[in-house]
């Protein structure tokens, strides 16, 4: 029977350090061929585009780039320039589970169809540009990261859906950082319901124990600056709950990112 990590394995053919070597050079030589080819395609219509750029013009000027003063914590974007190192009011309320977040945007509209062109319909071709997002808005975190790891599906979903979106996003950012990667140091012990439409107490509660450190990863995240990946940050439940296991575990440190996060702050609640 497949183990979930096998199962990962099967659908991206990645486990463990990065992929280097001759596979990924051929890999890469590949993609620039199509990409000569075959004109590139919008990340979000799947229109050929008629000029550079991973999408047309007027849905690329709706994407909110997080560009300028954040809480140095949660990462929430300030509305005015504040001094540096910051923190928002429900980080001066609470510090979070983790020690850091960034995410490349702001979940609107166009970044939303992004996520979900990912989760849903399995795209991969904007990995690498989706991944060099992600790594110059968490460009420190990422300098300070010993290891690299998504937060996991649980193994039932994982078959369903046959991919983990942030695993995916996860191995781009290895590939792009040269950061180790491990796709499988957490897993989800139980399975929980889909967080949508829950409040962020209902969130904190369906999440909490949900994960653990597999056994066989133990050593490999102890005393380590772990970053963890995930596609969207909306209250940090879920990345809180496997910041909190991961430094049980022992990891030094648990930074997170995101490819897009909620604008507003993250629930002060305790
Ligand atoms: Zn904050």
Redesign the pocket.
């Given at each position: 029977m497949k183990t979930s990590s096998d199962a990962y394995v099967a659908t991206d053919g990645r486990a463990g350090k990065p992929r280097r070597g001759r596979s990924s050079g051929h890999v890469r030589a590949a993609r620039r061929l199509a990409g000569l080819i075959w004109p590139q395609r919008s990340l979000i219509t799947h229109r050929e585009l008629p000029g550079p750029g991973p999408l047309e013009p007027e849905l690329w000027s709706k994407l909110n780039f997080i560009t300028g003063a954040q809480?140095r914590?949660?990462?929430?974007p300030f509305e005015i320039a504040v001094e540096p190192d910051q923190?928002?009011g429900?980080?001066l309320v609470r510090l979070p589970a983790y020690d850091r977040a960034r995410a490349a945007l702001i979940y609107g509209d166009v970044s939303r169809e992004l996520v979900l062109g990912l989760k849903y319909q399995g795209r991969r071709d904007g990995l690498a540009t989706l991944a060099g997002w992600m790594a110059a808005a968490g460009s420190e975190l990422l300098a300070d990261a010993d290891l690299i790891t998504p937060v996991p599906l649980h193994y039932f979903r994982l078959i369903r859906r046959g991919f983990n979106q942030s695993g995916w996003l996860a191995a781009a950012l290895s590939r792009t950082s040269g950061v180790r990667l491990s796709v499988d140091a957490l897993k989800r012990a139980r399975s929980t319901p889909i967080q949508g439409n829950l409040s962020a107490d209902a969130r904190r509660r369906n999440v909490q124990g949900a994960f653990r450190v597999r056994g066989s990863r133990l050593k490999l995240v102890k005393g380590k600056r772990v970053l963890l990946v995930d596609d969207v940050l909306t209250t940090g439940a879920t990345a809180e709950a496997c910041a909190r296991t991961l430094k049980r575990a022992g990891a030094d440190c648990v930074d997170v990112i995101t490819l897009a996060r909620v604008a507003g702050?993250?629930s002060m609640t305790i």
């Open positions: 809480c914590a949660c990462g929430m923190l928002c429900a980080c702050p993250r």
